[in-house]
């Protein structure tokens, strides 16, 4: 079996376990503090980011998108109409566009922010960079929401899935990324009824359960986090 390096609200370590699960592959998960700084996990991964993938051998890969290339050509070549990438350079390059959205713009311009002020400085010590949120920080981030379901909702307003005909790595990416904020309660569905009922559909898929389990210490997800009907 192989191990994760993780941290349950990060939306890029959300995304590989989906990766997994869609796989239907178990994966042993370790949950990281990457602020802690383990001698342990610097030996694997010197940058301190996350995800890290224990692969084969024991052999670290670093990094989201370098850990579903490596799925993709261990398992997703093996699956079939079940691959989560596509045949097509082309698809392959829209699914790529889409993954770098979600895990990197999205991931920039709000899922970080409001993760690290409203979930992690208040567990982590004031020497490593804990202690108030910073509001302006959170104003910032929720200014950048509805630009975000927005596309989001135009995407699933004008395809089956969100880089085409079936589900791929696309739409594990940016439910990876929604489903954070959706546990901070930070997404108002009123206003993007294509986008919620893609996210349910991809919310009620068996991969997903696992992470509607996930809490952490100290920020209970919305009463609706995990109603697979909202």
Known sequence: MLTLFHHPL??????????????????????????????????????G???VLLAEGDVPIVG????AEYLDETRGVLKRDRRLFAE???DRAEIRRLVDWYLTKTESEVSRHLVRERVLKPLMPEALGGG?????????????????????????GTRHWLAGARITYADLAAAASISVLDYLG??????HP????????????????PLLSDRVRGLSPVSHYADLDF
């Not at 989906?18 to 996990?41: D, H, Q, S």
């Not at 989201?64 to 850990?67: F, G, K, R, S, V």
């Not at 108030?132 to 699933?156: C, E, F, V």
């Not at 930070?186 to 206003?191: I, K, T, Y």
Request: with cysteine.
């Open 186 to 191: 930070e997404v108002d569905w009123r206003d």
């Open 132 to 156: 108030s949120p910073d509001s302006g920080a959170i104003r910032a981030a929720r200014s950048n929401i509805r630009q975000h379901m927005k596309y989001t909702n135009w995407l699933a």
């Open 10 to 47: 990060f939306a890029t370590c959300r995304f590989i376990r989906l990766v997994f699960g869609e796989y239907g592959e178990e994966i042993a998960l370790i949950e990281e503090k990457p602020w802690t700084r383990r001698k342990e996990f610097l030996a694997l991964n010197p940058a």
């Open 49 to 51: 980011t996350l995800p």
């Open 194 to 209: 294509a986008a919620r009922e893609w996210y349910t559909r991809v919310k009620s898929r068996p991969s997903f359960r």
């Open 64 to 67: 989201a998108m370098t850990i």
């Open 88 to 90: 097509d350079p082309m």
